[in-house]
């Protein structure tokens, strides 16, 4: 954009109203997805989350939150992946706390629409959105691949992961919680570390938290169906549905939702957030700020 004003949060009076129509009358919707929307599901790092499946960790090392723990030097790769199986499983394989997924769904299933996401725990897919309408940019809970990188492929990490976790003292119930089944240990045997089928290094997740980040096929083949899904629709009656990004990394949809929205003849942007809703004001006659918890957003649109 030409100054990428930023101004303070605030909301669009009337934008229920205006969302609920401008999305009737789109003939495209692209949802940009962050952290919040995960965070309106249930998807928590701290608090009582935190506090019921890592309070072991948090007594010995004096981390509050999961984020905080998945960057801590562990001592031994068996304690590494014991703190990180659980986070896997808690924020991958268990089932989402709260609907908020499905009232998106609900909201743009009989639109054209597309999703780009920086979330990494798979909701969309588990509540049932096209998986040929996603790129996840930044990686999934679900993959390993090789840490150093040796090559460009990952593997699912579903079994390991059960298997880690269970090592550890844990049971899996019918509703697939973990509930204590015993003792619980801090680390996982020896014979369960991950360790790359190619060239031998330790595995790793396939998150991008640096340049050894792998974009295996399927992200590509991914990232070229959102490449040509903005070509098809540029001179359309678009929305830019920003719902739960902040700036940690704005440049991957976030300023290009503005720059898109400035430039389309016919697009327009809409931003749900709790507490950090806005535009600049170069698009601010073609947007939409509503603050305030996503779900609750969304009962309102629906």
């Known amino acids: 954009m030409r100054n990428q004003v930023y101004i303070r949060p605030y909301d669009t009076p009337n934008g229920i109203e205006k969302l609920s129509n401008v999305i009737k009358e789109a003939e495209a919707v692209i949802i940009g997805a962050g952290a919040g929307l995960s965070t309106s599901a249930g998807f928590v790092y701290d608090g009582e989350r935190f506090e019921r499946y890592f309070k072991d960790f948090s007594e010995k090392y004096h981390f509050n939150d999961m984020y905080s723990g998945g960057f801590y030097p562990y001592e031994t790769p068996e304690e590494k992946w014991a703190f990180w199986s659980r986070f896997v499983y808690i924020n991958r394989y268990m089932k989402i706390p709260k609907p908020v997924y499905e009232k998106l769904l609900d909201l743009v299933?009989?639109?054209?629409?597309f999703v780009i996401t920086t979330n990494v725990d798979h909701c969309f897919q588990k509540t049932g959105f096209d998986k040929q309408r996603l790129f996840y940019t930044q990686g999934d809970y679900g993959l390993?691949?090789?840490?150093?990188?040796c090559h460009n492929k990952t593997y699912n990490n579903e079994e390991t992961i059960r298997k880690m976790v269970l090592s550890?003292?844990?049971a899996i119930a019918k509703d697939g919680t973990l509930v204590e089944n015993g003792p619980i240990q801090m680390r996982?045997?020896?014979?369960?570390?991950?360790?790359?089928?190619v060239c031998g290094e330790p595995m790793a997740m396939n998150l991008r938290a640096d340049d050894t980040f792998v974009q295996d096929e399927g992200w590509e083949v991914a990232a070229g169906r959102y490449s040509d899904y903005l070509q098809a629709h540029r001179n359309k009656k678009v929305l830019f549905l920003d719902a739960g990004t902040g700036f940690n990394t704005p440049i991957i949809f976030k300023i290009p939702f503005w720059q898109w929205t400035e430039e389309w003849p016919d697009a327009k942007y809409a931003c749900l957030n709790y507490g950090e809703a806005f535009a600049p004001e170069e698009i601010k006659d073609k947007s939409i700020c509503i603050n305030g918890d996503i779900g609750d957003i969304l009962d309102q649109l629906l």
């Open 144 to 149: 390993f691949q090789c840490s150093k990188p």
């Open 109 to 113: 299933k009989d639109k054209d629409y």
């Open 168 to 170: 550890q003292g844990y």
């Open 188 to 197: 996982v045997p020896s014979e369960l570390i991950p360790f790359c089928p």
